[in-house]
C-alpha cells in the first residue's frame, strides 16, 4: 500500500475540511445548533442527516484554533459519512473517500478511497471529486501517474467552473512538454490551500510517484495557459490570481501593465496568500504604481514574516533596523535577521548556490546589527526567534466553484 506525506496530508484534510465548511456555510444553524434533530434524522437513515452529522463532528474538531480532532469523533464522523455514502451522497463519498485515503477516521485503503472519489466523481459528478482524481493521477498518488487521465478529469471539473482545476489546467498548458524535464516545477494545488487544517501527525503518509513524466496530455500553450488562469482568478482563486500579477507584471503574453499586476497581486494578497504579500509590500516600499508607504510595507511584509517568508522577515528586519514605517527597534530586527538566516533546506545546483548566497548576505545583516546591541538585547532577540511559530493563512475559500458560466467551457 503507499503511504502518504504530511504535507499531501495535510492538503487532502483541507479538501474534507473545506468541503464540508463549503456546504454547511448556508445552514450552520441546522448543523451546529440543532445537532439533535439532525441526529434523529440521521438515525433513521436519513443520507442528508448522517452527512450533516458526520460534517457536525468533522466542524467540531478544525473550527477553533489549537484544537486536535480526537480519535474518537473522527472515527464517528467517518461512520456516518459511510452510512451516507452507501445511500448515494455525493458528498459523503469524497469525504470518506478523504478518510480512506488519509487513514483517518477510518484504515487507510488507497483502493477504497479511489473508488469513492471515482463514485461521486462519475455518478455525483461532484466538481471537488473529479479534481482530487486529477491531482491524484497527476502526482501518481494510489493510482498510476498519467497526466492524460489527470486532464481529463480536471476538464471535468473545469467545465462546472470549478477554480482549482481551472487553474490546474492552466499549470499544464504553461508548461507543456516542458513537463518532461522539469516536472516539478509547476505543482499542482488540491484545493486551493485555502483552508486551516490541523491534523495529527501520525506516521501516515501519501508518496508521490518520484518518477519522471513521460507523456504530456497537451503542448505548451501560453495564451491557453493564460485563459485558465483567467477564468479561475476571476472567480476568486488567490493561486491563480498571484499567477496573473506575475504575467502581467513581466509582460508575459499580455502586455506589461503594473497597474494590473497590483490590482490582482492585492486581490491575493488579500486572502493571505503570502507571496503576493510580499509583492504588494515590495511595490508600496518602491513606490510602484502606488504612493510609497513605508507603514504599508511594513505592515505586508510583517503578514507574509508571520507566514515564514525569509525575504518577507529579511525585509521586516531592515525596516525595524531603520525604523522605517515601523518604530526603531533592534531586538525586532534581530529577531526576524536571524529567522531569515537561518539555514533551511539546501538546493542543488546553480539554484541551490544562488539562494545559499543570498542567506548568506541576510546573516552578515544580522551580524553587523548584532554589533550595536547590548547582550541583554541579543539574548531577548534569540528568545524571540525560537519562539517563533509559522503562522497558517486564515484565508477562506472565497472562489465561486458552482458558477455554470466559464470561459474555459
Known amino acids: 500500500m503507499k503511504r502518504v506525506t504530511t504535507l499531501t496530508l495535510a492538503a487532502l484534510l483541507a479538501v474534507l475540511v473545506a468541503n464540508v465548511e463549503s456546504e454547511t456555510k448556508d445552514s450552520k444553524t441546522n ?210 490570481q498571484f499567477e496573473l500579477g506575475t504575467w502581467h507584471a513581466d509582460g508575459r503574453v499580455v502586455p506589461s501593465d503594473d497597474k494590473e499586476a497590483m490590482r490582482w497581486f492585492q486581490k491575493a494578497a488579500d486572502q493571505g496568500h503570502a507571496f503576493a504579500q510580499v509583492h504588494v509590500a515590495n511595490w508600496y516600499a518602491m513606490g510602484k504604481r502606488v504612493p510609497r508607504d513605508y507603514a504599508k510595507a511594513a505592515q505586508w511584509y510583517r503578514t507574509a514574516a508571520e507566514q515564514g517568508v525569509r525575504d518577507a522577515q529579511h525585509k521586516l528586519g531592515l525596516m525595524y533596523s531603520k525604523g522605517q514605517g515601523v518604530r526603531l527597534d533592534l531586538v525586532e530586527a534581530y529577531k526576524w535577521l536571524n529567522l531569515s538566516a537561518v539555514s533551511g533546506g539546501k538546493l542543488d545546483g546553480a539554484l541551490g548556490d544562488l539562494v545559499a548566497q543570498e542567506y548568506a548576505r541576510w546573516a552578515r545583516h544580522r551580524d553587523e546589527l548584532e554589533k550595536k546591541m547590548t547582550p541583554e538585547q541579543i539574548a531577548e532577540a534569540q528568545r524571540r526567534s525560537a519562539a517563533f511559530v509559522p503562522k497558517k493563512p486564515k484565508r477562506s475559500r472565497q472562489y465561486d466553484s458552482r458558477a455554470e458560466d466559464t470561459t474555459a467551457k
Open 31 to 240: 448543523v451546529l445548533d440543532q445537532y439533535g434533530e439532525a441526529m434523529i434524522e440521521a438515525e433513521k437513515g436519513n443520507a442528508d442527516a448522517q452527512y450533516r452529522v458526520g460534517a457536525r463532528l468533522v466542524l467540531n474538531e478544525f473550527a477553533n484554533e489549537g484544537t486536535e480532532p480526537t480519535k474518537e469523533k473522527l472515527e464517528a464522523a467517518a461512520q456516518w459519512f459511510q452510512k451516507a455514502a452507501q445511500q448515494g451522497h455525493p458528498r459523503a463519498q469524497l469525504e470518506l473517500g478523504a478518510m480512506l485515503l488519509s487513514g483517518l477516521g477510518l484504515p487507510q485503503d488507497t483502493n477504497q478511497a479511489v473508488k469513492w472519489y471515482r463514485t461521486a466523481a462519475d455518478r455525483g459528478g461532484l466538481a471537488e471529486a473529479q479534481h482530487t482524481l486529477g491531482f491524484l493521477y497527476q502526482k501518481g498518488i494510489a493510482v498510476r501517474k498519467d497526466q492524460h487521465e489527470a486532464f481529463n478529469w480536471y476538464r471535468k471539473a473545469a467545465e462546472q467552473g470549478y477554480a482549482p482545476s481551472l487553474f490546474n489546467l492552466g499549470n499544464m498548458y504553461a508548461y507543456g512538454e516542458l513537463m518532461l524535464h522539469v516536472g516539478g516545477l509547476s505543482p499542482p494545488i488540491l484545493d486551493n490551500d485555502l483552508s486551516v487544517t490541523r491534523i495529527p501527525r501520525g506516521e501516515q503518509s501519501l508518496a508521490p510517484d518520484p518518477s519522471p513524466v513521460t507523456s504530456v496530455p497537451v503542448k505548451r500553450d501560453l495564451n491557453e495557459a493564460l485563459r485558465f488562469y483567467r477564468a479561475a482568478a476571476e472567480k476568486g482563486l488567490a493561486e491563480a
